[in-house]
């Protein structure tokens, strides 16, 4: 089943970075995956200067968004970064905008729902939380899922939510799944 979000994420992203070297076109059909999570990629690397773009958030990627520091609510910096931050909620099943390019009180909101989901403190009360640091954006922009899914025990999750807390801001760690399956990942 199509999602309309997820299709119009795909849509935009196709038309806005379709001419862009190295971009690699996703499917329009409403169902999120990686070529979507790619095709949002894509679009970021080039919003941050980086060509020919690749379909990976590898180091450049994470330097040039590094640069840029936590985006949050007000953050009028790029409205495209805005806008792919938007669309990977919605991919992610978050309600990321009622408009899109502005990072007004109801991406804050999804951001801290995000937050809380992957077991990392929400950031705040009202505007003043669901800042978007590297690490999130680079979760936001992947496949893992930060709820259970079918499989996942709520116990394997809150373990997966706790070491995201306690580790996620050390350099050498990587948000992890918080979807209530074991693996090694």
């Known amino acids: 089943m199509a999602d309309e979000k997820v299709l119009d994420a795909q849509k935009w992203v196709n038309a806005t970075y379709g001419g862009v070297a190295g971009y690699q076109p996703c499917p329009e059909d409403g169902k999120t995956g990686w070529s979507t999570m790619y095709a949002l990629i894509m679009g970021l690397q080039h919003e941050l200067g980086i060509s020919p773009v690749v379909a990976s958030f590898g180091p450049t990627t994470m330097a040039k ?8 609510f007000g953050w009028s910096g790029n409205e495209n970064i805005v806008r792919i931050i938007q669309h990977g ?3 992610k099943g978050y309600w ?3 408009g ?6 109801v991406t804050t909101e999804a951001v801290k729902s995000l937050r809380v989901n992957m077991g990392l403190p929400d950031g ?3 505007t003043e939380g669901g800042t ?3 690490q999130i954006l680079k979760c936001i922009l992947n496949m893992d899922a930060y709820v259970v899914v079918a499989g996942g025990t709520e ?3 809150a373990i997966q939510q706790w070491l995201n807390g306690r580790y996620w801001q050390r350099d050498a760690y990587s948000i992890g799944p918080c979807d209530g399956i074991y693996s090694r990942d």
């Open 89 to 91: 909620l919605f991919c």
């Open 96 to 98: 990321g905008a009622n």
């Open 100 to 105: 899109f390019g502005e990072f007004g009180a």
């Open 124 to 126: 705040g009360t009202g």
């Open 155 to 157: 116990k394997i999750r």
């Open 65 to 72: 968004v590094q640069a840029l520091g936590e985006i949050g």
């Open 132 to 134: 978007v640091t590297p």
